[in-house]
């Protein structure tokens, strides 16, 4: 059974940073992609990052690019999304998910595997 434990969530000022992390069982970690979204409230999921499965292809959402990292360490099973220069609409609850693939996706439908999610507030 697959199971995904997202950390790092929490309340942060306009222009702060944060640093989520998602550690994953029960999957060959190195051979999966991984994906970061987002809920805010009253808003539909949405795609924030994700990365391939050796971590040398990454792709950003518009509205987070030059701001958000992502990137994993497959020693650890862990992938990660650090977050700078964060702004009050990045308030949100974040999700890690996993692709039975290596090659990621945008497409929340594409990923096998969710976490319970962590909350990011941003104050202004």
């Known amino acids: 059974q697959v199971q995904l434990v997202e950390s790092g969530g929490g309340l942060v000022q306009a222009g702060g940073s944060l640093r989520l992390s998602c550690t994953a069982s029960g999957l060959t970690f190195s051979s999966a992609a991984m994906g970061w979204f987002r809920q805010a409230p009253g808003k539909e999921r949405e795609f924030v990052a994700a990365i391939s499965y050796s971590g040398g292809s990454t792709r950003y959402a518009d509205s987070v690019k030059g701001r958000f990292t992502i990137s994993r360490d497959n020693a650890m099973n862990t992938v990660y999304l650090r977050m700078n220069s964060l702004k009050p609409e990045d308030t949100a609850i974040y999700y890690c998910?996993?692709?039975?693939?290596?090659?990621?996706?945008?497409?929340?439908?594409?990923?096998?595997?969710w976490g319970q999610g962590t909350q990011v507030t941003v104050s202004s």
């Open positions: 998910a996993a692709r039975g693939l290596r090659f990621y996706s945008s497409d929340e439908r594409a990923y096998d595997a």
